[in-house]
């Protein structure tokens, strides 16, 4: 099974509703799919989103790396993706968006020839059935008072509350309100997306203090291994975790030397796929760090598909499972994955398990302008 073809193809999908963080506004998810056809007929996708604050990568670069990267691609045996791997860091450094992308639909393609879901290609399933986190991130009280009482009516028992968007008092008040609005028994965190200095994070720690919160994700800026140290001694009740500073096996090792957390945020598109998502899982065991897998807000079942297949074979998601299809007025597959009472079931279909609706996909394709690289 030779691969035959690597096409990148940027989509702008429409959302639900507005996603408010600190630091951006998602009105519409911008992604690029990644669809690899070997001379088989087998087909497989990929997906990266635009994310330039966290890794980056926007639509433009991320076509234009792809591009650059297929031809190291083309020819080589579909199911060797650690060829791959070797072949794409030989070809061009960083660039995880795109390497990501790649990966998953290599994994996508590696699992339909074979009659196996990606899962089984990661390693050993540890579970079946897991919890979703669910996103509360509207920015105003009443607003976010309504979300939080749909998604506990509706079963969920993992929640993340966007802060770093408002003040810290502010901020303070809106999360002990939606804390006591879920009540007890519940796996309740706060990400401020680096929204916050040091001061202001200490602030908000200690004003919500005894109010459920299990961790905080993100206080400071990615690099500031010292300020989230200092946000975790000012109130070690509540877990600190890192997002946006987790880029590598190097990365989350520092976190745990330096004490500025005791768990992480999983993306394939900070890591540069799937596998190495794996690899950071089990290194965090190891360390006794929790870990949340997660994809960014607004990618479509193609991520949250290849997160669902990591979140089923790593050994711990003490932190929960944040799949975001769900927030997309449209997806590109023809039945997106299904969540029942806030959970989700591993896939057991061959590949990623879903099917790619072609004409979706050609509804929501934006055309980027590129240029050669050397």
Known sequence: MRIRTIEPIAVSLPMLKPVIMAGEVVRRADNVLVRVEADNDFVGWGEAASAPIMTGDTLES???????????????????????HAAMDGRMYGNHGAKAAIEIALHDLAGRA?????????????????????????????????????????????????VGIDTAANDAARTRA??????????????????????????????????????????????????????????????????????????????????????????????????????????????????????????????CAAALHVASVIPNIAWGLTLTHSGLAEDVTAQPIRTDKGHADSIERPGLGIDVDEDRVRRHRVQIATRNVA
Request: with cysteine.
């Open 178 to 303: 939606i804390c006591k609005l879920l009540g007890p028994g519940l796996l309740i965190s706060a990400d401020a997306n680096q929204g916050y200095t040091t001061e202001q994070a200490i602030d908000y720690v200690r004003a919500v203090k005894g109010c459920g919160l299990d961790f905080f994700e993100q206080p400071v800026v990615a690099d500031d291994l010292a300020g989230m140290a200092a946000v975790a001694a000012a109130a070690p009740e509540i877990a600190i975790g890192a997002d946006e500073g987790i880029h590598s096996l190097a990365d989350i090792s520092r976190h745990h030397e330096c004490k500025a957390a005791r768990g992480v945020s999983l993306k394939a598109i900070k890591l540069g796929g799937i596998r190495a998502v794996v690899e950071a899982g089990k290194l965090c065991d190891s360390l006794g760090m929790s870990v949340n897998i997660s994809c960014k807000t607004g990618e479509s079942s193609i991520a």
């Open 114 to 162: 074979a009659g196996k879901p990606v899962h089984a290609l990661l390693g050993e399933k540890k579970r079946s059935r897991m919890a979703l986190l669910g996103v509360i991130g509207g920015g105003d009280l009443e607003g976010d008072l309504r979300d939080a009482e749909k998604k506990k009516a509706a079963g969920i028992t993992a929640y993340k509350i966007k």
């Open 62 to 84: 991320i076509v234009s790396a792809v591009h650059y990267l297929e031809s190291a691609l083309r020819g080589r045996d579909g199911a060797d993706i650690a060829g791959a």
